[in-house]
């Protein structure tokens, strides 16, 4: 197989497993955003390539209006630790209904070892 053809077949399968996946480069924009990603979350690729997963998630803010997860995000932590980090649990707004999420992050590392983004895969928890 040749390259476009295993990138087409890697992106097939994240396309079609049920947990929702997205994948951002360094600075956290979002590159990638699977079709369990839409469903969970109601946003489309569309709404959300190129913009930053904190603000596109809608994790809880602070007094000051701020979102927790711009400072305080497990995916910057993979990025800048290349640590995987397992199990985070969060409240994710859509719309006005409030949901928790499972969130699992982990680098993107290059055969070289440097770390050129993140992949969060999150599922709902449902009580």
């Given at each position: 197989m040749n390259y476009t053809t295993v990138r087409r077949y890697a992106l097939d399968i994240l396309d079609n497993i049920n947990d929702g996946v997205f994948v951002t480069n360094k600075k956290r924009k979002i590159v990638y955003w699977n079709k369990a990603a839409e469903e969970i979350t109601g946003k489309t690729k569309k709404d959300v390539l190129n913009k930053s997963c904190y603000e596109v998630?809608?994790?809880?803010?602070n007094?000051?209006?701020k979102c927790l997860c711009?400072?305080?995000c497990p995916l910057l932590s993979t990025i800048k630790e290349g640590k995987v980090i397992k199990r985070y649990k969060t409240i994710f707004t859509k719309g006005e209904e409030k949901i928790t999420l499972e969130v699992s992050?982990?680098?993107i590392i290059n055969p070289l070892g440097q770390v050129?983004?993140?992949?969060?895969?999150?599922r709902e928890i449902k009580d």
């Amino acid at each position: 197989m040749n390259y476009t053809t295993v990138r087409r077949y890697a992106l097939d399968i994240l396309d079609n497993i049920n947990d929702g996946v997205f994948v951002t480069n360094k600075k956290r924009k979002i590159v990638y955003w699977n079709k369990a990603a839409e469903e969970i979350t109601g946003k489309t690729k569309k709404d959300v390539l190129n913009k930053s997963c904190y603000e596109v998630m809608n994790f809880p803010q602070n007094d000051q209006g701020k979102c927790l997860c711009e400072n305080n995000c497990p995916l910057l932590s993979t990025i800048k630790e290349g640590k995987v980090i397992k199990r985070y649990k969060t409240i994710f707004t859509k719309g006005e209904e409030k949901i928790t999420l499972e969130v699992s992050t982990s680098p993107i590392i290059n055969p070289l070892g440097q770390v050129l983004g993140g992949v969060a895969v999150f599922r709902e928890i449902k009580d």
